[in-house]
């Protein structure tokens, strides 16, 4: 599975934490939570992707590191949270779609930045990791990465465990280059994590459809590995008391459009995406390969 995978042009998934928001989850509520008390919703979202043509579908577990379900008095109920989110997944892909175990940030500041030391917060990606495995994902996504050290520690963690693994760092494009928040250079984040043994590596996140352009076509240029690109759908604006993404699905498709043609192996969507958007995205990847 593992070759006939990173040898695919594959279409991912949109955003689910907007899109749980835009079902009715009240801002600043735990997403992750609903994998437990509306796990309908959550398995409605993965359906409408995979209806829309999306190759694979993540998991809602992108904060269900013990640190993060810490704040909310819910890390006794980790493996739970965690192993439930797996099994809506895979309930709803029926064997049609690969289903990726989503890890994102801890969430915590790590040495010498923070309090965490590195042993701490490899022992708290493992935790996850190692239910979100066990549950039955077909790989392990670390995403919205703004940490070199972090995201080394996270697909360390993952690889020590015999996971198929990627990572995708955010950026951001400025005067003095790509960077991530923590001032991480691309290029050096791509070197760094190709050897620590990512299976593929990219971007997601980000301030919309033409930043992310540029960011890929770097990205693209500088490693041989599969390239994920996930952006998100603009910077959002409060209109009405929502919060709402201004890039659109037919702008998505033209984004698309230009990333397969450099040569982008996985495409998906990140914040503000939504099933519409990954519906047009199909029709482009139809049409191109």
Known sequence: MKNEFLKMRMLFDGAMGTELQRRGLPQGFLPELWNLEKPEIVEEIHKDYI?????????????????????????????????????????????????????????????????????????????????????????????????????????????????IVGVTMSFEVGKNGIKTFWGDDVITCLKELEKEGADFIGSNCGKGFYEMSEVAKVIRANTRLPVLIQPNA???????????????????????????????????????????????????????L
Do not use: H, W
């Not at 064997?95 to 994102?104: F, H, M, N, Q, Y």
């Not at 969507?269 to 995205?281: L, N, S, V």
């Open 234 to 288: 603009g910077i959002p604006k409060i209109i009405n008391n929502k919060l709402v993404y201004p890039e659109s699905p037919n702008e998505f498709a033209k984004f698309v459009t230009e990333m397969l043609n450099i040569n982008i192996n996985f495409v998906g969507g990140c914040c503000g995406t939504t099933p519409e958007f990954i519906k047009e995205a199909k029709k482009i990847f139809e049409k191109i």
């Open 51 to 163: 209806l829309s043509g999306a190759m694979v579908i993540e998991t809602n577990t992108f904060g269900g590191n013990r640190m993060r379900l810490r704040r909310a008095k819910l890390e006794e109920r980790i493996e739970e949270i965690n192993k439930r989110g797996v099994e809506i997944a895979l309930k709803a892909s029926k064997g049609k779609t690969l289903v990726a175990g989503s890890v994102g940030p801890l969430g915590e500041l790590i040495e010498p930045y923070g309090d965490l030391s590195e042993e701490e917060a490899e022992e708290i990606f493992s935790e996850q990791i190692y239910i979100l495995k066990n549950a039955g994902v077909n790989f392990i996504l670390i995403e919205t990465m703004t940490s070199l050290i972090e995201a080394k520690i996270a697909l360390k963690s993952a690889k020590k465990l015999g996971c």
